[in-house]
C-alpha cells in the first residue's frame, strides 16, 4: 500500500509526540524517585482528618520503638495542630508532620528541624530534646495572608 504524503506526515507527527509524551512521564517518574519522600509516605490531603496518625495531632508515648514519644503535627493557613505541647527533656521524639492544603514550612529555629511540608506527602524528623525551655515552630514558606501569624509551641519540660 502507497502511504500518502500527508498521512507520513501525521504518523511521524503522531511517533514524535508520543516520545515526547513518554519522555515526560519519565523526567515525572524521575522527580518522583528522588521526592525526600518515599511511596509510603504519601496521604490523600483532602483526606487527613481521618488519616492515622493525623486524626489526633499531638503528642503519643510509644513502645518498643526507637523514640520515646510520636509528635504529629498538622498544617493548615494559617496555623499548627497541636498550637502547643509539652515534651518531657531526654526524650527522643518523631516528628511526623503534612499539610491539608497549599506548601507550608516547619522550622524550630535553633535547631536541625527545618522541613518543607507539601501536600501528599508526610514528613518525619527525629530527633532528642536535650535542651529545655521553648521552642517556635516557624512556617518558612509564604503560604498567604496569615503566613506570618504561623506558629507553635514546644515546651521541653524538666
Ligand atoms: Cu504556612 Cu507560611
Known amino acids: 500500500m502507497h502511504m500518502h504524503k500527508f498521512e507520513k506526515i501525521w504518523l511521524i507527527f503522531g511517533v514524535a509526540s508520543l516520545i515526547v509524551f513518554l519522555s515526560v512521564l519519565g523526567v515525572s517518574a524521575f522527580h518522583q524517585g528522588h521526592h525526600p519522600s518515599s511511596w509510603s509516605n504519601i496521604i490523600d490531603p483532602e483526606q487527613v482528618d ?31 495542630a497541636p498550637s502547643e505541647v509539652q515534651i518531657p527533656l531526654g526524650s527522643t521524639v518523631k516528628i511526623i508532620a503534612t499539610t491539608k492544603d497549599v ?3 516547619f522550622q524550630i ?12 506527602y508526610i514528613v518525619e524528623y527525629i530527633t532528642t530534646l536535650n535542651q529545655p525551655g521553648e521552642f ?13 501569624m504561623m506558629t507553635s509551641k514546644i515546651e521541653v519540660v524538666e
Open 136 to 148: 517556635l515552630v516557624l512556617c518558612n514558606e509564604y503560604c498567604g495572608v496569615g503566613h506570618h
Open 50 to 80: 481521618e488519616t492515622k496518625p493525623f486524626d489526633e495531632p499531638g503528642l503519643k508515648k510509644v513502645e518498643g520503638k526507637e523514640w520515646d514519644y510520636e509528635l504529629v503535627f498538622v498544617a493548615s493557613a494559617f496555623l499548627y
Open 109 to 120: 529555629p535553633g535547631s536541625n528541624v527545618n522541613m518543607m511540608l507539601e501536600p501528599g
Open 103 to 105: 506548601i507550608h514550612g
